[in-house]
């Protein structure tokens, strides 16, 4: 049985009025960050006399000139440096903690857990002036190894929220069965729930890792010397200099530069992502 005209231009009309907005709001986010990357393409010449047009040749010194009279490449591997190892040292310190929180019950627990929670909701500004007497009293200021320690501490609550849930969703005779064939609670934590709960550590390391690429003013706080500053830093370095240099061309590239990583990430990673946020959005 054919759908009637009415009901086939209501489903129509529907669907378009989804589709229209969406396509709408996805050109008002991509149109400036594809004119940013085109930006990074053109002379200074080009950006003042055809901002809006495309470059009449890709000219990638604006890329090197960025990567190298202005420190780029070094802000690029301390950022990478921060994120990398304080993504790792962020689950290293919530895997244990949430298995322990939903699966060893113990007294106390469930305050704990209340903890963790409360933390997520204390301003993290709150906590930037005492940070940085206890970093500079452990002579970790103005270091990256400071900055990876706040960062991991910080992002602790929000993994150990989302790694709970899923924790909470593997059947418990799985561990009695562990503990049968004689593996020990850390054991059992390593090779049998940590690889079950794969989808929720790849979600928290890719949302902790693009956290710490793009936080900026506990670097500001933490770091001191232009070698150690992190991209965001160095952006924002950059800018203070464009309004002198003109080196509009070299800002552009620089931002370019800066938001590769994280675009590459997410396309990788977006189907566990989004896989990782449905499977434990529901505790068992």
Known sequence: MKPKPARRLGEVAAR?????????WSIVVLYPLFWMVMGAFKSNAEIFASPWALPEVFNYQNFIQAWTDYNI????????????????????LAVPTSYALERVRFRGSTFLYNVYLA?????????WIPLFFL?????LLNSLIGL???YAVSQVPFSVFILTGFMGTIPSE?????????LSPFGTLWRIVTPLTASGIITVTIMNAITFWNEYFMALIFLQSQEKYTLGLAMDYINSEVQYTNAWGT??????????PVIIAYAVFQRHINKGMTEGAVKG
């Open 251 to 260: 800002l552009f590239a620089g931002l370019t530069i800066s938001i590769i």
């Open 135 to 139: 970093l500079m009293n452990f002579n």
């Open 119 to 127: 933390a997520m909701m204390i301003p993290m500004v709150l906590g």
């Open 73 to 92: 490449g070094t802000s690029f591997f301390n950022s990478l440096i921060v994120t990398v190892f304080g993504a790792l040292l962020t689950l290293l």
């Open 174 to 182: 799985l561990e009695e069965s562990a503990a049968i064939d004689g």
């Open 148 to 150: 990876i320690l706040v």
């Open 16 to 24: 378009a009025g989804i589709r229209i907005p969406l396509i709408v």
